[in-house]
């Protein structure tokens, strides 16, 4: 019996430690959570507003202007632009996103990857490990953005997929990101990022009415990039924290799952201390009638 009490006191010991860690990792996530939060709360009316903008001038411009980056053309080529995280431990975070971009490659570029026409374009060291070891066409620049998060470095991977389009390389770039909600909820998303999407406006005879200066086709030729950069960097920021706010939820969900753990071990220990207990008392009161007797 002392081996089996041995036995549950080290698991017991074992949860304990297990428990500790998974504490430590959530406040470690709920700080961090707390700033990306931030910065994405402060970042989304900037990029919403912008996108909104950067629509309505594409769907003004009636052709008269040459938009490499909003002309629409057969689909023969695909870059998919994935967001994961560097690490795991977040529950089914990277697991669903991994998901959705097959599921979006499965639903709309089935032809192109028959003919290994689908690229991968994994911001996130999780997403670069699984899609380069199931044989995905990888771009491998761009995975570790994550380290030092900044929008320079986002705007390098915007511009290769830029890059990618304007010279015919790839005829659409889609974009698979987590949006972020709140602590415990993240909205996975693809939306198409290339080419840049015209407003569809319920109202034909409306239509938006911009004075430019300078011309028109120099600022779009500006303006397009630095909006679609800031477009990337608006869905890295959300993914960020959702990847925080997905740890910490599953982390909490491991203390309480601990907890659940424990309690069921101090039980089994008890029943089998005092199992052991009677069965030193009979053993007594066994000898001492023996020698009584």
């Known amino acids: ?57 594409v769907s003004s411009s009636d052709g008269d ?19 994961t995280s560097d690490r795991g431990l977040c529950g089914g975070y990277n697991s669903n996103l991994i998901k959705l971009a097959k599921q979006t490659v ?16 994994p911001v996130g060291k999780k997403g670069y490990e699984h899609f380069n070891k199931n044989g995905f066409q990888v771009v491998d620049k761009y995975w570790d953005i994550f380290t030092g998060l900044s929008f320079e470095k986002v705007q390098t991977a915007a511009k290769y997929a830029m890059d990618a389009f304007a010279n015919k390389e790839v005829d659409a770039v889609e974009l698979v990101y987590s949006e972020f909600k709140n602590a415990g909820t993240q909205l996975f998303v693809s939306e198409q990022f290339l080419p840049v999407q015209k407003i569809v406006s319920a109202s034909k005879t409306k239509k938006a009415d911009f004075i430019f200066e300078p011309s028109q086709e120099v600022l779009i030729v500006e303006l397009i990039p630095k909006i679609l950069n800031t477009q990337l960097y608006k869905a890295v920021l959300d993914a960020n924290a959702s990847e925080h706010g997905a740890r910490m939820t599953a982390m909490d969900k491991a203390s309480e799952n601990a907890n659940e753990l424990l309690k069921a071990l101090k039980l089994s220990y008890n029943r089998a201390r005092q199992a052991a207990i009677t069965t030193e008392l009979t053993e007594i009161v066994s000898g001492a009638a023996a020698l009584n007797g």
Do not use: C, F, H, W
């Open 1 to 57: 019996m002392s081996g089996a009490l041995k036995e549950v006191r080290n698991r017991i010991k074992s949860v304990q430690g297990t428990q500790q860690i998974t504490k430590a990792m959530k406040m470690v996530s709920a700080a961090k959570l707390r700033r990306a939060q931030d910065a994405i709360t402060q970042m989304r009316p900037y990029a919403k507003k912008l996108q909104e903008m950067l629509s309505n001038i």
């Open 65 to 83: 202007v040459n938009m490499a980056l909003a002309a629409e053309r057969p689909v023969n080529k695909v870059m998919i632009i994935v967001v």
């Open 106 to 121: 499965a639903d709309k570029y089935a032809a192109q990857l028959a003919k290994g026409n689908v690229q991968i374009l």
